[in-house]
Nanobody, 127 residues
Framework: VQLQASGGGLVRPGGSLSLSCAYS????????IGWFRQAPGKEREWVSSINSRDGSSYYADSVKGRFTISRDNAKNTVSLQMNSLKPEDTAVYYCAAIESVFIIMMVSTTPSEYQYWGQGTQVTVSS
């Protein structure tokens, strides 16, 4: 499985940015794609995930109502639309994936449970 994150950049507080994760190589029937972020000196933090089974989406409380995760099955991409950005959203953002032969009922928020990772993309929110 390969994941390629893109779309980071510098944005002012209150602004918007969209990240994209292009994926390929899944061999099992079910997968979850998630976004994590890591700020300097902090642990990697789960942001959002989407389940391939039914497109259900999940968000960390810190981004709920501001970020939206979506998928484009035709393009094999998962996007993270980030609105009302705050300085505390500044981090390197990573997309990651879990795949399984079994239906994934509970979406994990634990980085170690994600089997595949893309390279990070820097998001900086600053005036």
């Amino acid at each position: 499985v390969q994941l390629q994150a893109s779309g980071g950049g510098l944005v002012r507080p209150g602004g918007s940015l969209s990240l994209s994760c292009a994926y390929s190589g899944f061999t099992k029937a079910y997968y979850v794609i998630g976004w994590f972020r890591q700020a300097p000196g902090k642990e990697r933090e789960w942001v959002s995930s989407i389940n391939s089974r039914d497109g259900s989406s999940y968000y960390a409380d810190s981004v709920k109502g501001r970020f939206t995760i979506s998928r484009d099955n035709a393009k094999n991409t998962v996007s993270l639309q980030m609105n009302s950005l705050k300085p505390e959203d500044t981090a390197v953002y990573y997309c990651a994936a879990i795949e399984s032969v079994f239906i994934i009922m509970m979406v994990s928020t634990t980085p170690s449970e994600y089997q595949y990772w893309g390279q990070g993309t820097q998001v900086t929110v600053s005036s």
